[in-house]
């Protein structure tokens, strides 16, 4: 059987898992939110697409940042590891000194935040949230 440069299946399918595992490691990720802190604005259940290069490049499984080019702007809404370990989505309430943020949930009678738990460290940043 003639090949004719073609890709076999399995070798097509075998590349574009791998390329699709490169980009939900370094470059976005999709998530589903839980819980009621960040409501109205995003309710329990919604989708939420989540850009990891929005403030730089960072190494998979670790607080470490290779590049950082950007900070978290007031307002943005960024998903981080709280000092529990836990994933969470907060609303940047602001950076302060020593490279931390502000972490606010818009509902703050129902939000463990930093009004809890106090600045979180830029490296402790998963990504910023680009879509609901």
């Not at 980009?23 to 009621?36: C, S």
């Not at 900070?71 to 940047?92: M, S």
């Not at 606010?104 to 910023?128: A, E, F, V």
Request: hydrophobic residues 45%; proline residues 6%.
């Amino acid at each position: 059987m003639e090949n004719n440069g073609n890709l076999k299946p399995g070798r097509a399918i075998a590349g574009a898992f791998f390329i699709a595992i490169l980009m939900k490691m370094f470059l976005f990720d999709f998530m589903i939110a839980e819980g009621h802190s960040m409501l109205p604005a995003i309710k329990p259940g919604s989708v939420l697409i989540v850009g990891k290069i929005a403030y730089g490049l960072r190494l998979p499984w670790s607080g470490f940042y290779l590049l950082c080019w950007s900070l978290p702007k007031q307002g943005d809404v960024v998903v981080f590891y709280t000092p529990r370990g836990e994933i969470a989505v907060k609303r940047c309430a602001g950076i302060t000194e020593g490279y931390t943020f502000i972490a606010l949930g818009d509902n703050s009678l129902q939000s463990y935040d930093s009004r809890s738990y106090g600045p979180i460290p830029i490296s402790s940043i998963i990504g910023k949230v680009l879509g609901i």
